[in-house]
């Protein structure tokens, strides 16, 4: 492996694309492949055995590609099995959980900040007992939203959308007056954070995606991981099921998708 080898980019589903894209903004010469398991996406219903082996089976793709780092960009995979990347492999492995945590509690005022993700990954309790292992005494409240994900894959995303607006106002209304600000815990949620913001104004919301392509950057600077190649880096797309449609689907997360396409991998034969 080398400095030029790719990043692996992996997520239950396409969602995990918004951090291909922030990473292409912050790390634009580096080359990405990517693998999203649409065969047996959603994740955030599984246990957490089910999520640990698709987690595994994901990671041991990507590194038959010679990948030199791996970013979990699942909030339910960095919540239930980020330890089982570490334990098949050396390469660094990133999550979407610790940055965001360390971000959220940085940003908090009051130390009440609010998590929402999957079941999967708020049953796992993982962002409370990183804010607290930084500050014992800060409250962390933690709610599955689980209607955003479907309401985000099946479009309901534009600015006025009534249903996208009462299902916030309904999963949200507990967080009113509780917190400062808030962790966008899944891939999916940062697509409606329009909403998110309107039903919980003056909270300050933090996008793990985000967090985690900056602390990549940082980390690839400070250990001489970034990629020598002065040419825009390429992202390689996989996923495990019918490739047909991918532009159309990715296009919600990447914000644009012209002329990109996937292959297909047969996931559990590998
Ligand atoms: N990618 C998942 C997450 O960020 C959401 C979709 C799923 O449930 O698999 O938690």
Do not use: W
């Amino acid at each position: 492996m080398s400095q030029n080898s790719a990043i692996g980019v992996f997520d239950s589903g396409l969602g995990g694309l918004c951090a291909v894209r922030e990473l292409s903004r912050l790390l634009p010469n580096e080359n990405i492949i990517y693998f999203g398991d649409t065969g047996r996406v959603p994740y955030g219903t599984k246990s957490r055995e089910t999520i640990r082996k698709y987690t595994k089976e994901d990671a041991r793709f990507l590194l038959s590609h010679g990948v030199k780092a791996i970013l979990a960009a699942c909030g339910t995979v960095s919540s239930n099995a980020l330890e089982c990347i570490r334990d098949i492999t050396d390469v660094p492995v990133f999550g979407v959980v610790e940055d965001a945590a360390k971000a959220a509690y940085n940003a908090s005022r009051t130390k009440r900040i609010g998590v929402i993700g999957t079941q999967a990954t708020v049953n796992s309790g993982i962002f409370k007992r990183k804010i607290e292992a930084i500050d014992p005494n800060a409250v962390v409240l933690q709610k599955a939203c689980p209607l955003f994900v479907s309401l985000v894959e099946y479009g309901f995303t534009a600015d006025g959308d009534e249903v996208t607006r009462l299902a916030c106002e309904r999963y949200l209304a507990e967080f009113e007056g509780e917190i400062d600000t808030l962790i966008m815990g899944c891939t999916h949620f940062p697509i409606i954070k329009e909403h998110i913001a309107k039903a919980l104004p003056g909270v300050t919301l933090i996008n793990p995606a985000k967090e985690a392509a900056k602390a990549m950057a940082a980390e690839f600077n400070a250990k001489g991981l970034l990629s020598s190649s002065r040419e825009k880096g390429e992202v390689r797309y996989f996923v495990s099921d019918d490739p047909t449609g991918f532009a159309a689907s990715a296009s919600i997360f990447l914000g644009e998708s012209e002329g990109i396409f996937a292959e297909k991998v047969d996931i559990d034969k590998l």
